[in-house]
T-cell receptor, first 112, second 115 residues
Framework: GNSVTQMEGPVTLSEEAFLTINCTYT??????LFWYVQYPGEGLQLLLK?????DKGSNKGFEATYRKETTSFHLEKGSVQVSDSAVYFC???????????FGIGTKLQVIP | DTAVSQTPKYLVTQMGNDKSIKCEQN?????MYWYKQDSKKFLKIMFS???????INETVPNRFSPKSPDKAHLNLHINSLELGDSAVYFC??????????????FGPGTRLLVL
């Protein structure tokens, strides 16, 4: 079956530091890939997505590139802010029935 | 105008009780889901419905029964609650089943604590 592997957190960074959260996937065929973010006390919301190889998703300064050769979709941001503190979930969608497979979530804490 | 709403937001109850969580989406979506998020933030799908029809039913105890009176609502009823049911339950919706780009929209969650 499909699976998504994320680096375990928590990740603690100082404001303006560079962020990378690693994500790799296994799937039959070529899944669509997503990053969702969950702020404290809230539900998940889509951060960015990519649907085919070499696509780059971007939003709010975050980027991730769909790498078929390494089956990866790493999340990056050049300069994090305190307001980026949240839990980040990598996810894949393949096959029918909209069954999304989520990673375990990586908690990011940004300190001033 | 909340896109996906859930009630209640918090639910504290005794073991053995029966409880329901309600979910409504006003996005006009065809597909709705229930997820369970445990204390370690691991998110696992439980059910999905498309136009009131059950599509995904993961390995979930029979004590959990979803009900979709119409495509804008998907309620979750839980019988004989157990301590291990304590978690945050998220409802979500998406436009339809077919698209590879479909984003899921999540509700704010219902925090269930079984004592």
């Amino acid at each position: 079956g499909n699976s998504v592997t994320q680096m375990e957190g928590p990740v603690t960074l100082s404001e303006e530091a560079f962020l990378t959260i690693n994500c790799t996937y296994t799937a039959t065929g070529y899944p669509s890939l997503f990053w969702y973010v969950q702020y404290p006390g809230e539900g998940l919301q889509l951060l960015l997505k990519a649907t085919k190889a070499d696509d780059k998703g971007s939003n709010k300064g975050f980027e991730a590139t769909y790498r078929k050769e390494t089956t990866s979709f790493h999340l990056e941001k050049g300069s994090v802010q305190v307001s980026d503190s949240a839990v980040y979930f990598c996810a894949s969608l393949s096959g029918g029935y909209q069954k999304v497979t989520f990673g375990i979530g990586t908690k990011l804490q940004v300190i001033p | 105008d909340t896109a996906v709403s859930q009630t209640p937001k918090y639910l504290v109850t005794q073991m053995g009780n029966d409880k329901s969580i309600k979910c409504e989406q006003n996005l006009g979506h065809d597909t709705m889901y229930w997820y369970k998020q445990d204390s370690k933030k691991f998110l696992k799908i439980m059910f999905s419905y498309n136009n009131k029809e059950l599509i995904i039913n993961e390995t979930v105890p029979n004590r959990f029964s979803p009900k979709s009176p119409d495509k804008a609502h998907l309620n979750l009823h839980i019988n004989s609650l157990e301590l291990g049911d304590s978690a945050v339950y998220f409802c979500a919706s998406s436009q339809d089943l077919a698209g590879r780009q479909e984003t899921q929209y999540f509700g704010p969650g219902t925090r269930l604590l079984v004592l």
